[in-house]
């Protein structure tokens, strides 16, 4: 028998119609394979222990990190790598020139003064980390997952069948959601029923720009098409960024202005091969050469994360999330703790309207829990204790059934 609020959820979409967007969170993945943060930890700490560069890690970052992490088995699985980054960012602080205001602060470990170089590009060097383990191969280092997108493609495919499109919103950094359009766009011609195009702001080109105006392109544009809006939050490990051109000033000034930093005037493109960039800056198609070691646009769960989602993109993109709670009536959350706290906000903002539809699938969060989160609000649904996989498998089911009822009606209506 379905779980009683997955079958609230369904007939509940039908009813609103178009009115509504998902949320996923790190659990929606989780059944893809992506490694979770102590399972990175657990990578990390094999990385460690061996003593060898591997994953992006040097020799003197892995030095660093033997001196900060205990290898005993009491305590390498007490901490993830936020931890860790948390760390490596309060010694950076503490390493910093002081000011003429405080007492100079100082750090050492084992009674060695810490070289500030060394635990900066360890902290860089933690963030490729998370990245690599982010990539879809991720998978083959955790416990868990069947590696197959199938049940992310199957989603979309019994969402797009109501004739809807559909808003996502994440605040994952991985390629699983995007690997699902792919998956459907490979289906023989035929059976693209219904056809899905994925629009997450870029435009297509040789080198895919970033842009808000993609996401305003209303879904009727698309014709027999259902288009999936993905907005990413915090970011996407393909994501890196370009400078604009500069103005017509002196070649030294436009050479600085090449070779500055990331700001609000960058622009936000996909990563592309380090080959054809160069080739592209050196016909003068891109004004600025590949940034170091190609850095992804992604909020990290460092210290600055939180100000960092108040600069460019992530500002914007979280306002198109809050926009959009004003205007839905349901919103499907999955596979989160909901740990960030302006997203906490903006969801316990929708949840205080009158007429609106909280419903969260996630095997771990119980009702209490979500009531200490978000209040004991008439508009919070009972949580749907089931993985994602499951969820949708049941999701399916429901519909596949309701699709053979209204079949089975219409013959015997045609039968009188």
């Not at 919103?331 to 903002?349: E, K, N, W």
């Not at 009531?371 to 049941?394: H, M, N, R, W, Y």
């Amino acid at each position: 028998m379905p779980d009683s609020s997955l079958l609230n959820l369904h007939s509940s979409l039908r009813k609103v119609k178009h009115r509504w967007a998902i949320f996923l969170g790190a659990g929606s993945s989780y059944d893809f394979g992506i490694p979770t943060m102590a399972e990175m930890a657990s990578v990390l700490m094999k990385v460690v222990e061996g003593g060898k560069p591997e994953h992006c890690l040097t020799q003197p970052t892995i030095d660093l990190l033997k001196t900060l992490c205990p290898a005993s088995n009491d305590t390498a699985h007490s901490w993830n790598v936020e931890d860790l980054l948390t760390r490596l960012h309060q010694i950076i602080e503490a390493t910093k020139a002081p000011t003429q205001s405080f007492i100079p602060l100082s750090a050492s470990i084992g009674g060695a003064a810490i070289d500030a170089h060394i635990v900066c590009k360890a902290s860089d060097e933690l963030v490729m980390f998370m990245c690599n383990m982010c990539e879809l191969g991720g998978q083959k280092r955790a416990s868990h997952g069947s590696g197959k997108i199938n049940y992310i493609s199957d989603f979309f495919l019994t969402l797009g069948a109501m004739g809807t499109d559909i808003r996502v919103f994440t605040t994952n950094i991985d390629l699983c959601v995007e690997a699902a359009l792919v998956q459907l766009s490979q289906r023989p011609q035929a059976n693209r029923r219904p056809d899905m195009v994925l629009i997450d702001g870029f435009e297509s080109a040789l080198v895919p720009t970033f842009g808000f105006d993609c996401y305003r392109r209303e879904s009727k544009s698309f014709g027999d098409r259902i288009p999936v809006y993905l907005w990413k939050l915090h970011g996407s490990i393909d994501w890196t960024y370009s400078r604009p051109a500069p103005p017509s000033v002196p070649n030294e000034i436009s050479d600085g202005l090449a070779q500055a930093g990331f700001s609000d005037q960058s622009i936000i493109v996909r990563r592309v091969d380090g080959e054809l960039w160069k080739q592209l800056y050196d016909s003068g198609a891109l004004h600025s050469p590949l940034p170091e070691d190609s850095p992804r646009r992604v909020v990290f769960p460092t210290p600055a994360k939180y100000s960092q989602t108040y600069t460019y993109p992530y500002i914007n993109l979280y306002e198109s999330f809050r926009r959009t709670l004003q205007d839905i009536e349901l919103l499907i959350c999955v596979g989160t703790s909901f740990p960030d706290q302006h997203i906490r906000s903006a969801i316990r903002s929708f949840v205080e309207r009158d007429n609106t539809l909280l419903f969260v699938a996630d095997p771990k969060m119980g009702d209490e829990a979500l009531a200490k989160l978000f209040g004991k609000a008439t508009t919070i649904q009972p949580v749907i204790q089931k993985g994602f996989e499951d969820f949708v498998s049941e999701f399916m089911a429901l519909e596949s059934g309701l699709v053979t009822k209204n079949t089975q009606a219409k013959a015997s209506e045609a039968g009188k």
